[in-house]
């Protein structure tokens, strides 16, 4: 067996609504082998995996799976339930999965559902190892395979405190993504409604508040300013220094680096010369500025309180305690250590919700005060502390006592929280007990955190979790019904997406929104390009959906980047299904128009079920069958056609329908017309020789009505809205100059030409001089037929080549001449490889009143070409 592909989709895509693992797998060599060929296969496989049992698989029942395995199935079907399996057993629930023959003898489309990408990568490339041990008799070591499996998922996996946010996020439906792999630096939500934090450091968290949180001095200053209990202490830049401080504050002290987290470099309770020494060297150690400085405090003896305040509010407190063990009267010290760490909540660092006990240096001085080593057997009911600190990061426990806080001491954390101006901040608190106020006891605040864990909230060892994820989440999107989405539109179909997408933005745009868009070329926020390229794929999604300027999506979706990658978001409010006509055909599994229609009917399958809306081509057959097939939320026709037979149904059940009547394009409703505008006054509908445009300009129209933008908004959007290179590069661009006419289009494929031939016969009664290619992935007779269509069109054909993807150089430009030359009517033909010199000759041959048509890859390059010529360039143009 061998992986030809392996990738994850992300969002909906040809296989499944939800993102999935795509594995394309070659087991040529086991053609002949089906599973019920290879002995005893089923009974190994659950040897070796017993929870497989739980397959259903299609027998619909616990076993079904192994039932297929023991009558007969493909290598490839079972790669796809070991690969479900294995993320199961590594705390990832999944089940979905399918695999399917492709047009290739022996080569198989494996699809299966996972929760991380790496994770469900690496647990099908491990699969495919079992599967080919189980086929060739080898022995399976599962214990190694598990443990890589677990090491993939700690790598990539989101801390506690981030994951409780992100999962409180998905809960409410709210998109949460990772902006920079390897970190946690979060986005919920999109466009101007999102938010953002790291760990748990939201994008409100006040920079101020956060460098006073990291510098203890300050901290104690401004509370004890405030009449905050801290202790006293003082700064100290050598050891000099510190026994100085030791004196003035009085034995027993605390040594801590003026700028530290999480507890390190703190040592607590030094009641002499010598261990003073060690814990200022400790502290030093765990400076993370120039300063050298180190805090020397009064040691206040009660018990270390964290008290969690979110948005202002006291939601958690907890008592925590140092790594400790308590004795049995038969076991040592490090024995119970090593019993305490094989806790499965104890992880490492802070992937579990507690953390393994490590012996240091600080332990040892522990255990040495206490007259203990790590061989002495404690008595029973002894306890031994191994920490100075209570951090759970460093092994600590903590007991939940949000409901003992009394009402002073929350009034003062509150209250703490504002001083310092942080969102979300951690107090350190020691205290006898949090139930009276801190005026009537031994108590302190010691330290406040910006970016506090959540761990001893989330799951404490004793007492009730707190569900502080939630409170995190509530304080950044507080309206219970903010989802935190905005409108995402996406265009398909086989021609005039670019044209569509661009329109709907123009429109948006026109009624005051700012529009992120991606199509064919650029991508662009509000009217400004950011990037340029071939963004009608996922990369466009996320360009534009993490921009924080954006109130609309507006995206083009390439049958390329859904079956590469899947549609890069998990649903639209509105899906646009244009058109459905043969174009790349023979490509990914794509062969024929039923296969290509389920393609592109993922637009309209990720239409959202309550509010969402599907714009379709009521005039083509294969979107009405497959396109209302698939659609969900409402549906909203377009048709050139008022008297459309198809729509009677639709229109008796007061659904929408926009359409022509009169020369005019109207809305139909029930039996309420309403006008929208003249077809002659749309500029790019060219007085109606370009119905193309004209369905382009409805089905635009109708993904702004289902925005609820006003018709008034939309007539002005295509009114305004032009065929130059500046509104729609490379798309019907038209201009006159000394007689010569000339269009510009990137039209690439047969449907698409005999879409626009109306427009080139209305444009000029003259000769027609064609300047056309095509990408070499298309089929020989696809490109036979587009030169057959140039061929028919025009009097006189230039082919050039530019992208051969894959066949021999100019193999692509004699397939389009052949297709000419034998079905065309065309006077010439010719092979001009160079695409500016067929553009230049094509120009040579013109004169006052031909047509050039000019089906061209490089916009910006014919654009300079002809700005250079002797004969003026329209406005617009000269603006391109």
Known sequence: MHILELRALRGPNYYSRYPAIYMRLDIAQLEDRPSDKVPGIAKQLEALIPTIHNHRCSVGEPGGFLQRVVGGTWAGHMVEHVAIELQNLVGFSVGYGKTVDSYDLGIYNVVYRYRDEASGIAAGEAAVEIVRKLYNGDDVDLGPIIDHLKSVRDANALGPSTGSIVSAAKARNIPASNLTEGTSYIQLGHGIRQRRFQATVTDASGIIGYSIADDKEWTKQILGDAGVPVPRGQVCHSFEDAQAAAEWIGWPVVTKPLSGNHGRGVTTDIASTEDLKAGYEAALARVRDDSGAVIVERYIKGEDHRLLVIGGKLVAAARRRPAHVTGDGTHTIQQLIDAENKDP??????????TQIHVDVQTHRMLEQAGYTLDTILPTGETAFLKSTANISTGGTATDLTDEVHPEVKFTMERIARLIGLDVIGIDLLAENLSLPLDQQSAGVVEVNAGPGFRMHMAPTHGSPRPVGEHVLNMLFPDPADDGRIPITAITGTNGKTTTTRLIAHILRQAGHSVGMGCTGTVEIDNNVILRGD???????????????????????????IMRRGLGFDECDVGVLLNIASDHLGERDINTLEELARCKTVVVDAVKKEGGYCVLNADDPLVMEHGTYWARGEIIYFS?????????????????????????????????????????????????????????????????????????????????????????????????????????????????????????????????????????????????????????????????????RGREVGETAKLIHHGAEQCGTAERVTIIMDEQEAVAKAFDEAVAGDLLVLLVDDIEGTTELLKGRSFPIQADLAKA
Request: aromatic share 4%; hydrophobic share 45%; glycine share 8%.
């Open 345 to 354: 909540r104890r992880g490492v660092g802070h992937e579990n919700l507690l």
């Open 640 to 804: 050139m056609n008022p008297e459309n037979p198809e729509l009677t149904e639709h229109l008796n059940n007061l659904g929408m329908v926009l359409t022509v009547k009169h020369g005019k394009i109207v809305l139909l409703r029930g039996k309420v017309t309403v006008e929208i505008v003249e077809v002659n006054d749309v500029p790019i509908a060219f007085e109606g020789h370009a119905p193309f445009n004209v369905q382009n300009a409805m089905a635009a129209a109708a993904a702004a009505l289902a925005h609820g933008i006003e018709i008034d908004d939309v007539r002005a959007g295509l009114l305004t809205f032009h065929p130059t290179p500046a509104q729609m590069p490379g798309r019907t661009n038209y201009f006159e100059a000394d007689g010569v006419k000339c269009l510009i289009d990137y039209g690439h494929n047969v449907p698409a030409l005999i879409a626009l031939e109306p427009l080139v016969n209305g444009l000029s009664t003259q000769r027609k001089i064609a300047v056309a290619s095509a990408p070499g992935n298309r089929r020989d007779e696809d490109l036979a037929a587009l030169g057959a269509q140039l061929a028919k069109m025009c009097d006189s054909v230039y082919i050039y080549e530019t992208d051969s």
């Open 535 to 561: 963004y009608s794929g996922p990369a466009a999604a996320q360009a534009v959906l993490r921009e924080p300027t954006v109130e609309h999506a507006v995206l083009e979706v390439a049958r390329g980047g």
